[in-house]
C-alpha cells in the first residue's frame, strides 16, 4: 500500500463544494471538488487537539493532548506513524513548509521521517536576514501589526520576518503553496521504485498572512491588492475593536485574499492529481486529505484563531476526505461522527500495523468498509487550558472553565505553557511521577494559569443551526444531557482530577 496524507492548514470547510458552501465568494476549488467526487466525504468531522502542533501530535501518535499538555514536542513514549511504519520497511516522507516543526518545543515531529523537505521562509520562520531594513519591501506596509523598530526583529511573533522572507517573491512559483505540491509531485515521480510509501504532505496554506501573486490576489475583489490601507495579514481578535478592528472593507479583502490563497493552493494541489492519475497511482494509493482547523473571517465577530473566542464550529468542523481503492463507500458520504485523532489509527491501518496506534484514536476502516454506521459517540476539541468542547455530532456545547483555578501541564520537558515556539522554562512548583494514564513513563507535572472563553454554557443545535446563531442553553435537559456527555468522554480518556476541578464538574478523574 500506498498513502498519501495532506494537510492543508486553516482550511474553512464552508468555502469547499463538497460542503455546500455559504460564503458569498464562488471559490474556485476544482482540484478539491475533483479529489471529494472521487474520495469517501466525511461530513461530521472534528479537530481535537488546537491549535499547529496540538494537532499534528494527535495525527501522529493518536494523543488527544489538550487535556494534559499544551503545544509541546514528541514525547520519549509516543509511537509516531513513521516510526511504527519503518518496521514495516515502508519509506517515510514528509515535504511540508509548516516552519513551526523546526522550532523551540516542537521536537521529534520530522525526525522519525527518512527523508523530509522544508520549504522556507512561510509567516515569522526565521530564515532570511536581509533586508536590514525590512521596510523596503513592498508587503511591509500591509502586515496589520505594528512593525517593531529593532531592525533585528527579535521575538518569535515578529512581523518583520515575513518581508525579508520574502523579498523578490513575484512569480506564483516563488510561494509557498506551489513549491509544497509542486515538490510532492516530484516526489511522487521519482520514487516509483518503492513498493510501499507513507508521504506526508503538511501545506501551511491557506495560512496567514494572505499575501498572493497574480491573478489570485485580485480573483476575489475590486480592490487594489496593494492598498497599504488594506491588510492581507489581520492579528487575531475582535473584528469591532482593538488591534484587530476591521471595517466592513477591510473585512471583505481579508476574505478575498483568504479565498485567493484557497484558489492558488487548490491549483497547485491539482498537479498531485495529475500524477496519480498519469502514473496510474489510484489503484494502489490510500489519499487523505484534511486540515487541522478553520479560521474566523468575520464569523461571531472574530478574525484568526484568538484564544479569548469561544471555539465555534468555524475553526472546529474539519474536512475530510478519505480515497482507498478498495473501500466500499468510496464515492459516498458519511455521516458518522469522526474526530483528528482517529486519523492516526486509520494511517497504520492501511499498512497492517493498527496495533501501533496511539491510546484515543479509533480507525475509519470499519466506516468506509461498511462494517458499522459509527465509531464513537462524542468528540472532544479545544485548546490546553480553557474550555472544554463536546459534540455528538448532532448538538455542540461549548463549557467554560473556571480561570481562578490552575489547569495542570503534563510532559518530559519544562516548557512555558502560555509562551509557545519559547526555549525550555523551569518551573519551581514542578514534580515528577507517572501521571499519565496512557503511558508507563514519568512526567513532570507543574500549574499554569487557565484562560475562559466564555462565561457561561454554550449550547447550539447544529442540524438547524449550523452557523451557531442561537445559543439554546436555556434548554435545561439537553445541557444537562451534553454535560453528561462531556463528564463521559473525560471518564473514557482517564482524564486528569485538575480537568474536573478547573471545568467545576461533578466528577473526579485520576493523577
Known amino acids: 500500500m500506498k498513502v498519501l496524507f495532506v494537510s492543508i492548514d486553516s482550511l474553512n470547510r464552508h468555502f469547499l463544494d463538497a460542503y455546500d458552501p455559504s460564503v458569498d465568494l464562488d471559490v474556485e476549488t476544482d482540484n478539491l471538488d475533483r479529489f471529494a ?63 513551526h516543526y523546526f522550532q523551540h518545543g516542537s521536537e521529534g515531529y520530522y525526525e522519525d521521517f527518512n527523508g523530509f523537505e522544508f520549504v ?18 513592498p508587503v511591509h506596509d500591509q502586515l496589520g501589526f505594528e512593525a517593531p523598530d529593532d531592525p533585528l526583529g527579535f521575538g518569535y511573533l515578529n512581523p518583520v520576518q515575513y518581508p525579508r522572507n520574502v523579498e523578490g517573491f513575484e512569480a506564483e512559483c516563488d510561494f509557498f503553496a506551489p513549491k509544497v505540491f509542486s515538490g ?69 479583502f481579508v476574505a478575498s485574499q483568504f479565498a485567493g490563497k484557497l484558489t492558488m493552493a487548490d491549483r497547485w494541489f491539482g498537479r498531485v492529481l495529475d500524477v496519480l492519475d498519469d502514473r496510474g497511482l489510484w489503484d494502489e494509493t490510500m489519499v487523505v486529505v484534511t486540515s487541522d482547523h478553520g479560521f474566523y473571517l468575520g464569523e461571531h465577530g472574530w478574525v484568526g484563531k484568538p484564544f479569548e473566542a469561544p471555539l465555534y464550529d468555524v475553526l472546529a468542523h474539519t474536512p475530510l476526505f478519505v480515497w482507498h481503492p478498495d473501500a466500499d463507500r468510496t464515492g459516498e458520504r458519511i455521516g458518522a461522527l469522526t474526530a483528528a485523532v482517529d486519523l492516526n489509527a486509520t494511517l497504520l491501518d492501511a499498512f497492517g500495523a493498527g496495533e501501533a496506534a496511539g491510546p484515543h484514536a479509533r480507525s475509519l476502516f470499519p466506516l468506509i468498509d461498511g462494517e458499522v454506521d459509527a465509531i464513537r459517540d462524542w468528540a472532544l476539541y479545544g485548546y490546553w487550558g480553557s474550555s472544554v468542547n463536546v459534540t455528538d455530532g448532532e448538538y455542540a456545547y ?60 454554550l449550547l447550539f443545535d447544529t442540524r438547524v443551526d449550523p452557523w451557531q446563531e442561537e445559543n ?17 468522554a473525560l471518564g473514557e480518556l482517564d482524564a486528569p482530577a485538575r480537568q474536573y476541578d478547573r471545568l467545576t464538574l461533578p466528577a473526579a478523574g485520576s493523577g
Open 37 to 99: 467526487e472521487r474520495a469517501t466525504v466525511f461530513d461530521s468531522h472534528y479537530a481535537g487537539s488546537l491549535p499547529c502542533m496540538p494537532a499534528r501530535r494527535e495525527w501522529l501518535t493518536g494523543t488527544q493532548e489538550f487535556l494534559w499538555r499544551p503545544w509541546g514536542p514528541i514525547e520519549p513514549f509516543d509511537t509516531t506513524v513513521p516510526r511504527a511504519l519503518r518496521d514495516e520497511e515502508v519509506i517515510t516522507q514528509l515535504i511540508t513548509d509548516h516552519y
Open 120 to 137: 522556507r521562509g512561510h509567516e515569522y520562520d526565521a530564515w532570511r536576514t536581509a533586508p536590514r531594513d525590512p521596510s523596503s519591501v
Open 184 to 252: 510532492t509531485a516530484d516526489w511522487l515521480c521519482r520514487n516509483e521504485a518503492w513498493d510501499e510509501w507513507f508521504c506526508y504532505v503538511d501545506s501551511f496554506d491557506v495560512h496567514e498572512p494572505f499575501h498572493l501573486p497574480e491573478p489570485y490576489a485580485s480573483m476575489y475583489t475590486d480592490e487594489d491588492p496593494r492598498n497599504p490601507d488594506l491588510t492581507f495579514w489581520p492579528p487575531y481578535g475582535p473584528t469591532d475593536r482593538g488591534e484587530s478592528e476591521l471595517s466592513e472593507r477591510e473585512l471583505d
Open 398 to 457: 461549548l463549557h467554560p472553565c473556571d480561570d481562578e483555578r490552575d489547569s495542570y501541564c503534563h510532559s518530559t520537558r519544562m516548557m512555558n505553557p502560555h509562551s509557545w515556539f519559547t526555549p525550555p522554562k523551569p518551573q519551581p512548583d514542578a514534580e515528577s511521577g507517572e501521571y499519565l494514564p496512557h503511558a508507563d513513563a514519568p512526567v513532570w507535572r507543574y500549574s499554569a494559569p487557565s484562560y475562559g472563553r466564555h462565561d457561561e454554557p
Open 472 to 488: 439554546v442553553a436555556d434548554n435545561s435537559e439537553e445541557v444537562e444531557r451534553m454535560r453528561t456527555l462531556l463528564v463521559t
